[in-house]
């Protein structure tokens, strides 16, 4: 239920089951701006774990990538609502999962593609900046009244510009390799793509290293790599696990060779003023009482999958192929459970919060690492 220090806020949103529209103007830069933090926390926090040695410096480069790509979507959304709730036929509404991620709803990130396909066309009949700018004064210095509609034209025009830009995270973000050395005949890349999850409305990221023992360079062979591309979206599932996505692949490609697999999780987001997550963390913020842009958290998952030894395996009447055989989590069974050689759990959230969850010690909080972000922004690890 929402928290008491919340209670005036119940009318910026209209609620639909799990999903809630941030129909006031207010509401919906509030819910922006604090993306707009997180994601800044987000590249703090990949750089603190590659000084830790937990993160190779390929891996930040990739996922900062993605992370910038967040920033760019988050950038652009905001420009889409930033009239929210000014009048009946402007602003729009936006949709966000508030019980599952926090997050917009996957079907903005399609809306927004869709725009993106028509955002010069849209440009052109659209007046300039400036022009919007210089009529905006017109109507409040000669008519004294607000140009609501101006404003929401001059937004449009800022949103279509932000598309028109590129380099946002879509929905799905094909797979991209970039080439790591060859030795002995075969070619090692590193391979990573990510989606919006539509089942959870979460960003999930996947790094692959591979080794290529085919005759063509797999980027360059025409046949084999829009083949390993389409695989690999068509198995970037929140329901699959990494060995039975490592394996499928190992399997349907006999000169490819996955030797790591890491799925990074980006989220969900918890807020005490957007979201109504039951659990532990949703009594942590509603003791903290944390003022606006403090009062939230954020879950990160890192999942990981290696390769342990190699097998030889027949291939038709007298070829063998060879065969990846992965590790699991040895301890208790847990890697049959997981399908991963090991899964960390992290949690990134401003200092109160923090203070709050370190008095509360909940229960299945011990094993979960905690990045704590200061007021000077700074992430601190603990």
Excluded: C
Aim: proline content about 4%; hydrophobic content about 40%.
């Amino acid at each position: 239920m929402w928290m008491s220090n919340t209670q005036d806020r119940r009318d910026d949103i209209t609620q639909d089951r799990d999903h809630v529209g941030l129909k006031d103007t207010f509401a919906s830069r509030r819910y922006f701006r604090k993306f707009e933090a997180i994601t800044q926390h987000l590249n703090r926090v990949a750089a603190v774990m590659q000084g830790e040695g937990r993160l190779a410096e390929r891996d930040v480069e990739i996922l900062t990538r993605y992370i910038v790509q967040m920033s760019f979507t988050f950038k652009a959304l905001s420009m889409k609502y930033l009239m929210a709730g000014r009048g009946n036929r402007i602003g729009g509404v936006l949709s966000m999962d508030r019980v599952e991620s926090g997050f917009p709803v996957f079907s903005e990130l399609m809306l927004m593609a869709n725009d993106a396909q028509q955002a010069a066309r849209h440009l052109e009949n659209m007046p300039s900046v400036d022009a919007l700018k210089d009529e905006m004064v017109r109507k409040v210095v000669g008519d004294r009244e607000v140009p609501v509609k101006l404003q929401y034209a001059l937004s449009q025009r800022l949103y279509y510009e932000e598309l028109l830009k590129g380099d946002m995270f879509w929905a799905r973000n094909d797979p991209r390799a970039i080439w790591e050395h060859g030795l002995e005949g075969r070619r090692t890349y590193t391979l990573h793509w990510a989606v919006y999850d539509s089942q959870i409305n979460l960003p999930t990221v996947y790094i692959l290293d591979v080794e290529d023992t085919g005759r063509t360079a797999l980027p360059k062979d025409q046949r084999r790599w829009p083949e390993a591309q389409a695989h690999l979206m068509g198995q970037s599932m929140e329901g699959l696990k990494l060995l039975t996505i490592a394996k499928g692949f190992d399997e349907a490609f006999d000169d490819l060779h996955p030797k790591r697999l890491r799925r990074f999780h980006i989220g969900p987001m918890y807020s005490s003023a957007f979201t109504l997550q039951s659990g532990p963390m949703r009594d942590v913020l509603r003791e903290a009482k944390s003022p606006a842009g403090e009062d939230w958290a954020l879950a990160w998952t890192i999942e990981e999958l290696e390769s342990e030894r190699v097998t030889e395996a027949r291939s038709g009447w007298f070829g063998t192929v060879e065969r990846e055989v992965f590790a699991l989590d040895p301890f208790a069974g847990r890697g049959a459970d997981t399908g991963a050689t090991r899964m960390e759990r992290a949690i990134i959230m401003p200092q109160r919060p923090f203070a709050v969850l370190e008095e509360k010690q909940p229960a299945g909080f011990a094993s979960v690492r905690k990045f704590v972000v200061s007021k000077s922004g700074a992430v601190l690890s603990v």
